[in-house]
């Protein structure tokens, strides 16, 4: 099946990296006109440089106020299809995870894909046609140990895209949740990284227990969650709202 999406504008947030880059080039690749956020300047510079976007605008996710601006300046016609992907995660037992932290993850994982949408909605249900797809992870479906905070946000974000789908479903508007397992990114990496620093464990022992635990042995690739999100943008996906579809390689 080709799926193509021209004359459809995307933006991706958290678009110059990983799993959101992946996507971007999904998109821009089957036709649509990508524009992409996120924090690094020069990481989105290199995004459209590169040709897996079209434009792009750095802002914070976790301010509203920027989101909403950056949006409005690069889309002043509206948002066809959202991605809602930037997040991140911060390893903490939970005896150890104060309030700071709990904000620190709930602003990063769920208001950012709140801003997000609050920022495209409105023209969405007045033209009648939209995608929105949330990428949560297999911990908005399941529990782990030591990220209790970004564990709970990333359930939010599921219950968010469920109620939120039943709201939309008259207006043309789909809302979906991909909820992919350990994925081969930089910023996995880095994490695996700083956890085998504060725990004195070796990283290549820590990243073998991840693929050790799916069942097809090996992490999950970015352009595998980005074929999926790609589908629930398709014109075959009308039918699918509320959703949550985890790219989890048999895990869960």
Known sequence: MTIRLDGRHALVTGGSRGIGRAIAAALTQAGARVTVTGRDAAALRE?????????SFAADITDGQAVADGIRAAAPHGVDILIANAGGAESRPFRKADADHFRR????????????????????????SGRIVAIASTAGLKGYPAVSAYVAAKHAVVGLVRALALETAKHGVTVNAVCPAYTETAMLHDDVRRAAEKSGRAADAMLQTMRDSLPIGRLVRPEEVAAAVLFLCSADAAAITGTTLAIAGGEL
């Open 47 to 55: 995004t459209v440089a590169s040709g897996d976007a079209v434009a």
């Open 105 to 128: 993850m709930i602003d990063l994982n769920l208001m950012s894909v709140v801003h997000a949408v609050h920022a495209v909605l409105e023209s969405m249900v007045a033209r009648k």
